[in-house]
């Protein structure tokens, strides 16, 4: 009976070298599935639109720099728009590229979240820069 047991044991052992946490997780998600948020992204609506903060206009031509996506420009009225996923926290970059046209301006961060919302609207003011 021992000598069947070792040789059972020779002919397991290379399968069980092979069994990770990945190979666990793998087989757990094949018997019961993924969770459900695994596979829904919520999207949200992001808006808004960037104004001077000395004169109230619209400013176009700001550029928009979402984190973890590509940069895009305001509109003639100074509009932005794009949709993200839902996260506890989206950070926005706001900045001059074209300081002839409309003049001078700081950048801007802004920080908010967008956890459970499907739309959020910004109204972004930019200081403008001091001449020298």
């Known amino acids: 009976m021992k000598n069947i047991r070792l040789k059972i044991w020779k002919w397991i052992r290379p399968f069980l070298k092979g069994f990770s946490l990945t190979s666990v997780a793998f087989v757990f998600q094949a018997c019961y599935g993924a969770p459900e948020s695994y596979y829904q992204l919520e999207t949200v609506e992001i808006s808004g639109t960037v104004t001077s903060k ?27 728009h794009y949709y993200s996923t839902q996260d506890d926290q989206e950070t926005l970059r706001f900045s001059d590229i074209d300081s002839t046209k409309n003049g ?6 802004t920080t908010f979240n967008t956890m459970n919302m499907t739309k959020v609207r910004l109204n972004i003011s930019l200081q403008e820069t001091s001449p020298r």
């Open 54 to 80: 000395n004169t109230g206009q619209p400013i176009p031509g700001i550029k928009v720099e979402p984190a973890y996506w590509a940069s895009f420009l305001t509109d003639e009225n100074g509009d932005f």
């Open 104 to 109: 001078s301006y700081l950048p801007l961060d």
